[in-house]
Structure formats: structure tokens, C-alpha cells
């Protein structure tokens, strides 16, 4: 299958829905992104500063770049002029770098916070009361320059729908609830990013907006390149 039919599928599946697929092009090369491009597909998600800064200069002006990987405090300096999303917001600390360097360029930023939902100890993520505990802030209140649009969240690495259903509820259910506590009257806290090439369609069935789809697009990540 080509990446151009693969995102010609995808765009016919999310037909009709309210959900938006991010295609993930982690280590894969400018040329499969073009590819991806040039069949319509205009919002891309990376994982890594320095891979997402080489693409964006080198890729065409009108791409929406999403960073969907673990961001360092000190490394929001290098996406701040043209990051569209930053999907892994996981503490205060790191929204008042980017409300800082976000300043500096005269730009809002939109952030998802990351939620942790998965089973595994390893993914980054805060807890519902984290993310509540943040938005309740008066740093955070003070921020003019970060624009909260939602939540994000990977699930476990299983293969049990159950546990992957339970895990998309909770996301659901605690985007329900910051929505009701801070966001009643604010449009502009619609997303909630869930969903990967093996569990996108139970994703969307609990209501994500956005999919993060990379190998059922580019096929399989060859991380020795
Ligand atoms: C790599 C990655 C994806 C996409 O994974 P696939 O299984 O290739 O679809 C989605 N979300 C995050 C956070 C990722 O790092």
C-alpha cells in the first residue's frame, strides 16, 4: 500500500466524524512526508526537538506540527517559532517555558495536558488532579500565551480491548470534567488525543478527536536511520 492511498483511506474513514488524524512521522524521511503532503495531509506529529525543527525548515510553510513526544524545559526555545501543538504538556514548570518563549515570538501555543492512563509505569503523564491543580494555579491563570485545548494520552500496549476501552474512558471522562470545572464556556478546549495504528478505532469510538497514526501510514519505523 502507498502512504498517498493509506492517507486517502484514513481521510474516508474520519469522514463524517469529529476526529482528526495526525499522521506520525517519526524517523521517517522528507520524502514520505512530501508523499503524505501531497495526498492532502497538511498536520504531522513528532517526537524529538531536533528532528521536528530539521523537518520543519526543510518541509513546506503551511504544515500544522504537533510534538507528540516527552519535551525537555530547555528545548522549548528551538519549536516555540512554529510549533502549532505541543501534545506532551506534563507540568507547570514546563507551560511557564513555553508561555515564556511563546512571548518572545508573539504567538499562543496551543498545549494539550498529557494524561496518564496506561498500565505501564514508564509513560509520562499527570493525574487528573495534577492537570487540576495546574488550572487552578494563578501561574497558570496568568499565562496569555498558552492556549489549554484539550487533553492527550497513550494507552497501554495491549491487545485486550477491555483494558484499552477503560483506559479511553478515563481520558474521556477526565476531559469531561476539566471541561465542566474550567473550560464551560471555552470552545477552544475541544481535543482529546487517544488512538494509535492498533487501537484507533476503539479511540475514536470513545470519543477521540484526534488519532496519532504513523505506521499504518508510512509502515514500520526503521529507528537505525
Ligand atoms: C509513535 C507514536 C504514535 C504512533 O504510533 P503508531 O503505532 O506507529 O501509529 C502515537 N503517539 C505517540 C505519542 C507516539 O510516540
Redesign the pocket.
Given at each position: 500500500m502507498s502512504i498517498a492511498k493509506n492517507i486517502a483511506e484514513f481521510q474516508e474513514k474520519l469522514q463524517n466524524t469529529n476526529c482528526r488524524l495526525i499522521a506520525?512521522s517519526?524517523t521517517q524521511p522528507k520524502e514520505a512526508i512530501l508523499e503524505a503532503y501531497q495526498a492532502g495531509q497538511k498536520v504531522f506529529?513528532e517526537?524529538k526537538v531536533q528532528e521536528l525543527v530539521a523537518k520543519q525548515e526543510a518541509l513546506p510553510a503551511d504544515i500544522e506540527w504537533h510534538l507528540?513526544?516527552h519535551l525537555q524545559t530547555n528545548k522549548v526555545k528551538y519549536i516555540a517559532p512554529f510549533v502549532h501543538t505541543i501534545q506532551s504538556a506534563e507540568s507547570l514548570k514546563l507551560l511557564q517555558e513555553i508561555e515564556k518563549q511563546a512571548a518572545k515570538h508573539d504567538r499562543r501555543i496551543n498545549c494539550l495536558l498529557q494524561i496518564y492512563i496506561a498500565e505501564e509505569e514508564t509513560k509520562f503523564g499527570l493525574s487528573p488532579e495534577e492537570a487540576k491543580a495546574i488550572l487552578q494555579s494563578a501561574e497558570y491563570k496568568a499565562m496569555r500565551h498558552v492556549n489549554i485545548a484539550g487533553v492527550m494520552g497513550?494507552a497501554t500496549n495491549t491487545s485486550s480491548e477491555t483494558q484499552l476501552r477503560k483506559e479511553f474512558r478515563y481520558l474521556r471522562n477526565c476531559f469531561d470534567q476539566l471541561k465542566a470545572e474550567f473550560f464551560p464556556e471555552n470552545a477552544a478546549f475541544k481535543e482529546i488525543s487517544m488512538g494509535?495504528?492498533?487501537d484507533y478505532q476503539l479511540a475514536i469510538a470513545e470519543g477521540s478527536t484526534m488519532i496519532?497514526?504513523?505506521?499504518?501510514i508510512f509502515g514500520a519505523?526503521n529507528y537505525a536511520i
Open positions: 506520525v517519526k506529529g517526537n507528540i513526544g497513550i494509535m495504528s492498533s496519532r497514526v504513523g505506521s499504518s519505523r
